[in-house]
């Protein structure tokens, strides 16, 4: 696997913005699913023959509305979609997932992300419909998304990939509560995270559509290449629950100075 490199690692608290600190290789567990397909949202059936319940892995994923500066044609509802960037996939209904995604210089990871799929329709507060339809084959990777956990999560790593608007991407909400923490824009291919303390729901938001996007004439997509959960220290996860959710390689962090 390819280097990293990561523009960010902050904490995000109930009312604290603080330092992140290096994260062991042997307690990270994450939330992605492990094969490729369709995550099956709360709000919207799935498209895919291979449809992923979350449910059995603590959490659930709703997609919700979003509209930027009235930004016309309105934006659906966007799904949701595990994908491993080094392998090509057509899920149909429009949607075409190439290895190398349009516009941008991503490597090609041994992972499996999560990337939202962004519809252009009529209305900005419904579901994808007969009249909708993804944006770029698919490719367009913007959405707001709310996770709900099962059990409380004392600390989650969101890693996010290539931002590249300023203050778009980021957490617009920990468990019910508005927390706007966005991210600054990156160079092509960026990697930047947050991480948040005790959380129960989040809310995300991936991307920016045009025309007031870096990238006017389509948006700025981005995706999640890690939502992990870590354990406190000296907390040792059970290896039912690493074999569940599997486990990534994060690496050492590197820290940088206090936001707020």
């Known amino acids: 696997m390819r280097k990293r490199t990561l523009l960010a690692n902050t904490i995000v608290g109930t009312t604290l913005v603080s330092l992140a600190s290096g994260i062991s290789t042997a307690q990270a567990a994450s939330f992605i699913p492990q094969k490729e397909g369709e995550i099956k949202l709360t709000n919207i059936g799935c498209i895919a023959d291979t449809c992923i319940d979350t449910t059995s892995m603590g959490y659930t994923i709703t997609s919700l509305a979003y509209d930027f500066d009235s930004y016309k044609p309105q934006m659906g509802l966007s799904r949701l979609f595990v994908d491993k ?9 429009g949607i075409k997932f190439k290895q190398q995604d349009a516009g941008t210089n991503n490597p090609d990871f041994e992972e499996y992300w999560l990337r939202p799929v962004a519809y252009r329709g009529k209305n ?3 579901a994808p419909t007969v009249s909708s339809r993804p944006a770029e084959n698919g490719q367009l990777e913007i959405g707001r998304f709310q996770f709900d956990f099962a059990q409380t999560v004392s600390e989650l790593l969101i890693e996010f990939f290539d931002v590249e608007d300023d203050q778009r991407t980021g957490i617009l909400a920990v468990n019910g509560t508005p927390i706007t923490q966005l991210l600054d824009a990156g160079p092509d291919g960026n990697f930047q995270t947050l991480t948040v303390k ?9 991307g920016n559509p045009g025309p007031n996007s870096t990238f006017k004439s389509t948006g700025d997509g981005v995706s999640l290449a890690q939502v992990t959960s870590v354990p406190e220290p000296g907390v040792n996860a059970s290896l039912g629950v690493l074999a569940m959710f599997g486990i990534f390689g994060l690496g050492q962090r590197k820290k940088v100075a206090k936001l707020g």
Do not use: E, I, K
Not at 85 to 93: E, H, K, L, Y
């Open 124 to 126: 900005a507060d419904s």
């Open 85 to 93: 960037r080094a392998t090509d996939n057509d899920w149909g209904f």
């Open 198 to 206: 005790n959380v129960n729901s989040l809310v995300l938001q991936l």
